[in-house]
């Protein structure tokens, strides 16, 4: 069935880098945008990247733009993110998430989501 | 302070209809994108309930329904049940900040 698996999650002291992993299966990896968001504890929702399905350029959320880094390897149909210069703030629930329409970029949300990856920043 | 406005918590008893209102601007629900709405339970993925203002993904149920007026977007619930208690989100695009959502809200079935 068609799903995604975050992993990498941790507790990292301030100013310290991360890599994040989501896998996916179950559908066609390289036909997707794929998204990262997160969650902090207690509040709502907030996109932090995404990557076209293919080229082009990735976009990023101004509180993490040149810190985190999203990347995609289709051959391992495998989604990632590179947090580095990590805050407290950048404490969460990082989840991975598929655009709704293949092939298609900002149109129609986020229609399978991963269970997420909880990453803590602390000393 | 969220992109997107909604109401922090709604409430309403069980067969009744609520709505859920989201406002936005001219950048973002007015520019116009299409409106998207998320079910979150608590410690769980957030779930599309309705994406492209009133269109639901297959398995939800009919009792949700959205509208988009100028740079606001609403989701009903009809017949309430207690199985609907749970954080709602929309979703939109913007001109300058690709991927907005409203700050949530918490759904309360008496």
């Known amino acids: 069935q068609v799903q995604l698996v975050e992993s990498g999650g941790g507790v990292v002291q301030p100013g310290r880098s991360l890599r994040l992993s989501c896998a996916a299966s179950?559908?066609?990896?390289?036909?997707?945008?794929m998204y990262w968001l997160r969650q902090a504890p207690g509040k709502g929702l907030e996109w932090v990247a995404v990557?076209?399905?293919?080229?082009?350029?990735?976009h990023y959320a101004d509180s993490v733009k040149g810190r985190f880094t999203i990347s995609r390897d289709n051959s391992k149909n495998t989604l990632y993110l590179q947090m580095n210069s990590l805050r407290p703030e950048d404490t969460a629930v990082y989840y991975c998430?598929?655009?709704?329409?293949?092939?298609?970029?900002?149109?129609?949300?986020?229609?399978?989501w991963g269970q997420g990856t909880t990453v803590t920043v602390s000393s | 302070q969220s992109v997107l406005t909604q109401p922090p918590s709604v409430s309403g008893a069980p067969g009744q209809r609520v709505t859920i209102s989201c406002s936005g601007s001219s950048s973002n629900i007015g520019a116009p994108y299409d409106v998207q709405w998320y079910q979150q339970f608590p410690g769980k993925a957030p779930k599309l309930l309705l994406f492209d203002n009133n269109n639901r993904p297959s398995g939800v149920p009919d009792r949700f329904s959205g509208s988009k007026s100028g740079t606001s977007a609403s989701l009903a619930i009809t017949g309430l049940q207690a199985e609907d208690e749970a954080d709602y989100y929309c979703?939109?695009?913007?001109?300058?900040?690709?991927?907005?959502f409203g700050g949530g809200t918490k759904l309360t079935v008496l």
């Open positions: 179950g559908f066609t990896f390289s036909d997707y945008p």
């Open positions: 990557a076209p399905y293919t080229g082009g350029y990735h």
């Open positions: 979703q939109t695009y913007d001109n300058s900040l690709f991927v907005v």
């Open positions: 998430a598929r655009e709704t329409t293949p092939k298609q970029f900002f149109v129609g949300g986020m229609d399978v």
